[in-house]
Structures are given as structure tokens and as C-alpha cells.
Nanobody, 123 residues
Framework: QVQLVESGGGLVQAGGSLRLSCAAS????????MGWFRQAPGKEREFVAA????????LYADSVKGRFTMSRDNAKNTVYLQMNSLKPEDTAVYYC????????????????WGQGTQVTVSS
């Protein structure tokens, strides 16, 4: 069982930066691949980034490549999403998720989810 709590969201101007954190409970955190997803009003939840259990591999959606960086600190049971050059279209609720079996972009494959943190980018 893994419980996830996101933090770090807020209001930022276009071009600004935010760093999201996702703190996990459970001694098996280091064995989980982790992902970030986001959901804008009226839209489906979409993949943003993922990182392997070791931190050695990462995946990014094309829309955030070169702007967002995902990392993890297994000693602190925490994953991060550094978001730079933010755009109004990045506005959404951001969720972190854990997947024991694979590193991927498929929402339904993830086993555990946090409650989300709101990110709002003003133009």
C-alpha cells in the first residue's frame, strides 16, 4: 500500500517556474515507478512525466519536454516535478501516481494516486 500527497502547486505567471513534490508513505516506495498526470477542467487526465524506480529512466509528454524535469529521492520517499517556462495551457490539477509493474504513460496502469495539487498559470 502506498499513500501519496502532492504539494507545491499555486498561481504563477506565464514564463515562471514551480516545483511540485509528492511525498509517499510505505517502505516499498523505492520499488515503484512513479508518474505525474494532469487534468484541466473539462478534459481527460493526461500523462505528463514518469520515472523508473531507480531514477535511471524518465519519460515525458511531448508538450512538456525541455520544460519539465521529473526526479526522485528514495531516501526521502519523494518525487518532484520541476516545471519551467510555464504556459497558460499547463493550468490543471496535477496528480502523482505509483505503478509497481512498469514505467509508462497509461493512466489505467497506475495503482495508487494522490489527491492532486492545483497549478494555475496566468497569461
Amino acid at each position: 500500500q502506498v499513500q501519496l500527497v502532492e504539494s507545491g502547486g499555486g498561481l504563477v505567471q506565464a514564463g515562471g517556474s514551480l516545483r511540485l513534490s509528492c511525498a509517499a508513505s510505505g517502505r516499498t516506495f523505492s520499488r515503484y515507478n512513479m508518474g505525474w498526470f494532469r487534468q484541466a477542467p473539462g478534459k481527460e487526465r493526461e500523462f505528463v512525466a514518469a520515472i523508473s524506480w531507480s531514477g535511471g529512466s524518465t519519460l515525458y509528454a511531448d508538450s512538456v519536454k525541455g520544460r519539465f524535469t521529473m526526479s526522485r529521492d528514495n531516501a526521502k520517499n519523494t518525487v518532484y516535478l520541476q516545471m519551467n517556462s510555464l504556459k497558460p495551457e499547463d493550468t490543471a490539477v496535477y496528480y502523482c501516481a505509483a505503478d509497481f509493474n512498469r514505467l509508462g504513460q497509461v493512466r489505467m496502469a497506475y495503482d495508487y494516486w494522490g489527491q492532486g495539487t492545483q497549478v494555475t498559470v496566468s497569461s
